[in-house]
């Protein structure tokens, strides 16, 4: 499917076509980071940034981002990546190279609440979230001015208990093969296992509420009943368990018992807006591993 998409203007430094992201998880183990960084100082590369997290050094899982520049990138990708292999059967990696230079591709979800769709759209105008905004696929039709204001393409395809699967088919069909990641900025509706395992690890979710507490509907009025002193917001990836995908970031607020709910909801959108776009922008930055229902991030 051809897309055009709009790219917005910024006065952010945009990443050299010539940085690159390496991710590697791997069984924790000697010799790992003078491997890969020799590997790179043989092939020509300059490592600019590198971070690593192990669970246990004694047989637990280790985790590794590396940003690196290389001369004539786009032509040695590919066969840098083939010689890795060596390496990487060698400590027996999941890995990834990603050109920080190609923008990841983005298709928002969103129902009536534009919070957080607004918060998305207005660091991607400013040029604080390094992506490209393909689509913005709602089942309502309130934001189609606004969203088309900025150049980006609006489907309205409304859903039902008697259509869903229809809806689903027209939703594939408008995100297209070409999109990195799907982000649900209050998207009142549930999506399938089908959906999903299409885009594993690649779907992010803004849950209002601090996970794992208060999951499912009303999550103010059961925090409300509870008399919480701290709200908070929570964005995940989504799997086949409601609302216990991995969770990427979190955060709170104090409250009081003078906090109704209209006033909890009106500072969870703050929460909600805030922590959705770090989660989205560091997926964009290739900042995120996932290993079982957790995640290592390197922010």
């Known amino acids: 499917m051809e897309r055009h998409i709009k790219t917005a203007g910024s006065a952010t430094q945009q990443p050299s076509e010539h940085r690159a ?3 590697i998880s791997c069984p924790d183990g000697p010799g790992i980071v003078s491997a890969v960084s020799r590997f790179l100082f043989d092939h020509g590369a300059n490592i600019v940034q590198s971070d690593q997290y192990t669970m246990d050094p004694d047989g637990g899982m280790f985790f590794m981002r590396i940003e690196f520049d290389l001369e004539g990138l786009n032509e040695k990708q590919a066969k840098l990546e083939e010689d890795f292999e060596e390496i990487a059967q060698r400590f027996s990696m999941d890995w990834n190279i990603y ?3 190609k ?3 983005i298709a928002i979800f969103v129902s009536k609440e534009d919070h957080c769709l607004v918060e998305l759209l207005w660091q991607w105008q400013a040029g604080d979230l390094d992506a490209e905004i393909a689509v913005v696929v709602s089942n309502h039709p309130d934001m189609r001015q606004y969203v088309e204001s900025f150049g980006i393409e609006y489907r309205h395809i409304p859903v039902t208990k008697d259509n869903k699967p229809e809806a689903e088919r027209q939703q594939l ?3 297209g093969d070409d999109i990195d990641l799907i982000v649900l900025a209050r ?3 549930i999506v399938s296992p089908y959906f999903i395992e299409n885009y594993r ?8 509420s601090f996970l794992p507490a208060f999951v499912g509907g009303k ?5 409300y009943d509870r008399g919480v002193k701290i709200i908070g917001a929570t964005a995940h990836y989504v799997t086949e368990e409601l609302d216990g995908g991995p969770i990427i970031e979190q955060d709170v607020q104090r409250v009081s018992h003078r906090d109704d ?3 909890l909801k009106r500072i969870g959108r703050t929460i909600e807006r805030v922590v959705l776009a770090r989660a989205v922008k560091w997926h964009a930055e290739d900042r995120i591993l996932v290993h079982h229902n957790k995640t290592v991030v390197f922010n």
């Open 173 to 175: 069909e408008a995100v």
């Open 261 to 263: 709910v209209p006033e």
């Open 201 to 208: 690890n690649r779907i992010i979710n803004i849950h209002h």
């Open 103 to 105: 923008k990841k591709k």
């Open 219 to 223: 999550p103010y009025a059961q925090a």
């Open 21 to 23: 992201r390496m991710l």
């Open 187 to 189: 998207y009142m509706q």
């Open 99 to 101: 050109r920080a230079a």
